[in-house]
């Protein structure tokens, strides 16, 4: 079956580490996007890539790294210049070449703790 | 900016009631409308879409309309049942194809109570 995989559901960290969010998509878009979802505050856009080896930053970036060296991966890092990491982090795929772009499809999330 | 303004929650209703969750947006463009579920713990799943301006986006029973001169998208249902209560998002993508990520209402809680 085709869809997006995230790992893993629940993500704990101390406070002054990185840590990793993984990303896979088997649906071969060529669009990923990462977003951070807080209660009562929907979800803002942290960083997107339409193409293989080029990301752009969102509407909230600071504190966060990503890298698209493969089509069907795009993993988020949490730096520990993040102040406020605890959140819920949704990862998404479009594929704008099919004519339905703006169609996004989520994966189902990874809750990150810090402790 | 682009925004999306929806009806705060949570909405309590009883089963088989009707409902409505209201969504306005302010768009630079001309943008593709959307609502999307959340069920608990899970990620969303695309609910229905709207395109241009009075399109109708239906699916399982929900409804919404492009209503470009209210700048609106509301959602409606005529029948809700236990198994609707979700969080709900609207959303619009106001670039060319949506490429540059979409933009989200905070969500609505919808409780339906048997």
């Known amino acids: 079956d085709g869809g997006i995989t995230q790992s893993p559901k629940y993500l704990f960290r101390k406070e002054g580490q990185n840590v990793t969010l993984s990303c896979e998509q088997n649906?071969?878009?060529?669009?990923m996007y990462w977003y951070r979802q807080d209660p009562g505050q929907g979800l803002r856009l942290i960083y997107y890539?339409?193409?293989?080896?080029?990301?752009q930053k969102g509407d909230i970036a600071e504190g966060y790294s990503v890298s698209r060296e493969k089509k069907e991966s795009f993993p988020l890092t949490v730096t520990s210049a993040q102040k406020n990491p605890t959140a819920f982090y949704l990862c998404?795929?479009?594929?704008?070449?099919?004519?339905?772009?703006?169609?996004?499809?989520f994966g189902p999330g990874t809750r990150l703790t810090v402790l | 900016g682009d925004s999306v303004t929806q009806m705060e929650g949570p909405v309590t209703l009883s089963e088989e009631a009707f409902l409505t969750i209201n969504c306005t947006y302010t768009a630079t463009g001309y943008p593709s409308l959307f609502w999307y579920v959340q069920y608990p713990g899970e990620g969303l799943q695309l609910l229905l879409k709207a395109t241009k301006a009075d399109d109708k986006g239906s699916n399982k029973g929900f409804e919404a309309t492009y209503r470009k001169e209210t700048t609106s998208f509301h959602l409606e249902k005529g029948s809700v049942q236990v198994s609707d209560s979700a969080v709900y998002f609207c959303a619009l993508s106001d670039t060319g194809g949506g490429a540059d990520g979409l933009t989200f209402g905070k969500g609505t809680h919808l409780i339906i109570q048997p």
């Open positions: 890539s339409q193409i293989v080896n080029d990301f």
């Open positions: 649906l071969n878009h060529d669009a």
């Open positions: 998404a795929s479009a594929n704008p070449a099919s004519g339905s772009a703006d169609t996004q499809y």
